[in-house]
């Protein structure tokens, strides 16, 4: 790896998904990987912030994680219409075995997969992630991943993600693999 592509050179076939848990790297990523291939990153949480005109937090306060979670998959039906892009979703839209058919009928899913430790030394001193106001974030992490990792091993690709990794390192590896697949193409 580390050898970068030009920008040009490649074709996105069909969006691309980055699934994964909050801190896996799905947005920096999805930026990194959009801007190499030059197309658009979508953020199915950014959207929803935007549309909603509040934060992730407050519409959980307000509405509650069903009524997130329902946005949240019709967002991302939407998004899924639009050219081939990098999709970044939030960390439960694929646990939805609703979103999964959707996501994987009309796109190659990468699951970003980061370790417990990895995780919480991205996002513990976040106050932006409503599901770790808790008495014990970490703790409440740890039970999430353990939850949620059936779910993202069903994804079609996967890329560990490794904590001595820059992003570039990242994106190069998610890229590979998305060459390999034949997602990526080298463009005439």
């Known amino acids: 790896m580390g050898e970068t592509m030009p920008k040009g050179r490649l074709r996105l076939a069909r969006t ?21 291939l030059g197309v658009d990153l979508q953020d199915s949480d950014a959207e929803i912030v935007e549309s909603a005109r509040m934060s992730i937090a407050e519409i959980f306060e307000r509405d509650g994680e069903a009524f997130f979670r329902e946005k949240e998959a ?4 939407r998004l899924l219409e639009s050219p081939p892009c990098v999709l970044s979703t939030g960390g439960g839209a694929w646990l939805s075995e609703e ?19 990895l995780l919480w030394q991205r996002v513990r001193h976040k106050n932006t992630r409503p599901l770790l ?8 992490l740890a039970g999430l991943l353990k939850a949620r990792t059936p779910a993202y091993a069903t994804a079609a690709m996967k890329v560990k993600v490794e904590p001595a990794w820059s992003i570039t390192r990242t994106t190069d590896e998610v890229l590979a693999r998305l060459l390999a697949e034949g997602v990526v193409e080298a463009a005439g």
């Open 133 to 140: 106001q808790t008495e014990n974030p970490r703790a409440t």
């Open 16 to 36: 691309v998904v980055l699934v994964g848990m909050m801190g896996a790297g799905k947005t920096a990523i999805g930026r990194a990987l959009a801007g190499r």
């Open 74 to 77: 019709q967002v991302i039906a």
């Open 99 to 117: 979103n999964r058919e959707m996501i994987s009928a009309r796109a190659a899913v990468m699951w970003l997969e980061a370790d417990l430790d």
